[in-house]
C-alpha cells in the first residue's frame, strides 16, 4: 500500500495543524497504522496509533494535544494537532502494516510515506 502524508507546514506555539495520509488502496481487514515524526538529529519517534482492534495510542510527548478523529475518512488517516510547541517541530510520517493489528514501536511497519515537515515557531 502507498501511503502520501499532506497537512504540514509553519505555524506559531500554540497553533494547530491537521495531518492526512492518504493510502492507496485498503482493503485489509487487520491493520496497524500509526504516525512517527524524526528531529533533525533524533530517533524517529511513534507518536500515535490506531489499529483494527479498535485501540488508539498517543506518546506521553502528544498526549492530550494531538488526536486521530474518529471520523477518518475512506482510506485516509488524519492526525489533528493543537497547542503546538517549537519541540513538536520534525518531519511527520504515516505508517502501516497490514498482517497484523499489534502496533510495533518502529520495526514491521511494510508501508511508510515520503513524510510532510512541520514547523513550529517560538
Known amino acids: 500500500v502507498q501511503l502520501v502524508e499532506s497537512g504540514g507546514g509553519l505555524v506559531e506555539t500554540g497553533g494547530s495543524l491537521k495531518l492526512s495520509c492518504k493510502a492507496s488502496e485498503f482493503t485489509y481487514s487487520t491493520y496497524c497504522m500509526a504516525w512517527f515524526r524524526q528531529a533533525p538529529g533524533q530517533a524517529r519517534e511513534r507518536i500515535a496509533t490506531l489499529n483494527t482492534r479498535g485501540g488508539i495510542t498517543y506518546s506521553a510527548s502528544v498526549k492530550g494535544r494531538f488526536t486521530i478523529p474518529e471520523d477518518n475518512a475512506k482510506h485516509i488517516l488524519y492526525l489533528q494537532m493543537d497547542n503546538l510547541k517549537p519541540e513538536d517541530t520534525a518531519m511527520y510520517y504515516c505508517?502501516?502494516?497490514?498482517?497484523?493489528?499489534?502496533?510495533?514501536?518502529?520495526?514491521?511497519?511494510?508501508?511508510w510515506g515520503e513524510g510532510t515537515q512541520v514547523t513550529v515557531s517560538s
Open positions: 505508517a502501516a502494516r497490514t498482517d497484523s493489528w499489534y502496533c510495533p514501536e518502529l520495526e514491521r511497519y511494510y508501508s
